[in-house]
């Protein structure tokens, strides 16, 4: 996973509430396990029955309750492998907001007049470290939990940070006994 550190950029402007992971990436297409190859099935339905038109820009602002359905990892998979390195909204599913900010791709909570502004400037600049926004209409702050920033932040993923503790694993195996011993009379 890569360090976030800035991130900006054009944006591109999904004005829909209630998007659910099944319309981000349908089902017909999570056939793998690879984090790659996703970019092209984004939003699959939609774009092929030409209800909407998305650039890969750096930057997608979207609207409440994005990423709401099933819980599926290949949402934020399909995300990012379509080129988008951060998600705007007022509100996000749980689930999905943490398997994005799980792979390094930052979603930021803003008020829905505050993405429209955005949408609207069409290009931004999000500071992981200062928390800001800044765009055309001006400079906003979002909050974020400090687990994920530092996640983010020195591009950590699960077993990124597992390995963080990779000397106290080692020793806690050196001091267990050998596997396969016979442990009948312990």
Same mark, same amino acid.
């Given at each position: 996973?890569?360090?976030?550190?800035?991130?900006?950029?054009?944006?591109?402007?999904?004005?829909?509430?209630?998007?659910?992971?099944?319309?981000?990436?349908?089902?017909?297409?999570?056939?793998?396990?690879?984090?790659?190859?996703?970019?092209?099935?984004?939003?699959?339905?939609?774009?092929?029955?030409?209800?909407?038109?998305?650039?890969?820009?750096?930057?997608?602002?979207?609207?409440?309750?994005?990423?709401?359905?099933?819980?599926?990892?290949?949402?934020?998979?399909?995300?990012?492998?379509?080129?988008?390195?951060?998600?705007?909204?007022?509100?996000?599913?749980?689930?999905?907001?943490?398997?994005?900010?799980?792979?390094?791709?930052?979603?930021?909570?803003?008020?829905?007049? =505050?993405?429209?502004? *955005?949408?609207?400037?069409? /290009? @931004?600049? $999000? &500071?992981?470290?200062?928390?800001?926004?800044?765009?055309? !209409?001006?400079?906003?702050?979002?909050?974020?939990?400090?687990?994920?920033?530092?996640?983010?932040?020195?591009?950590? =993923?699960?077993?990124? *940070?597992?390995?963080?503790? /990779? @000397?106290? $694993? &080692?020793?806690?195996?050196?001091?267990?006994?050998?596997? !396969?011993?016979?442990?009948?009379?312990?």
């Amino acid at each position: 996973m890569e360090p976030v550190e800035i991130i900006e950029g054009c944006v591109s402007h999904l004005p829909r509430a209630d998007v659910d992971t099944d319309q981000i990436i349908p089902k017909q297409f999570l056939k793998r396990v690879e984090r790659t190859g996703f970019g092209e099935y984004l939003f699959y339905d939609w774009i092929r029955d030409g209800e909407i038109e998305l650039e890969p820009n750096p930057i997608l602002v979207a609207g409440p309750n994005f990423g709401c359905g099933s819980s599926r990892e290949h949402a934020p998979w399909a995300l990012q492998d379509f080129g988008f390195e951060a998600i705007i909204a007022p509100s996000f599913a749980d689930i999905f907001y943490g398997n994005c900010m799980k792979i390094g791709l930052l979603a930021v909570i803003l008020g829905e007049r =505050d993405c429209r502004a *955005i949408a609207e400037a069409g /290009a @931004a600049r $999000i &500071d992981l470290d200062d928390q800001t926004v800044d765009f055309a !209409g001006g400079v906003l702050r979002f909050e974020i939990d400090e687990q994920a920033k530092h996640r983010l932040r020195h591009g950590l =993923d699960d077993i990124g *940070i597992t390995l963080q503790s /990779a @000397a106290a $694993i &080692d020793a806690f195996e050196a001091a267990a006994p050998a596997r !396969g011993a016979d442990t009948r009379s312990l």
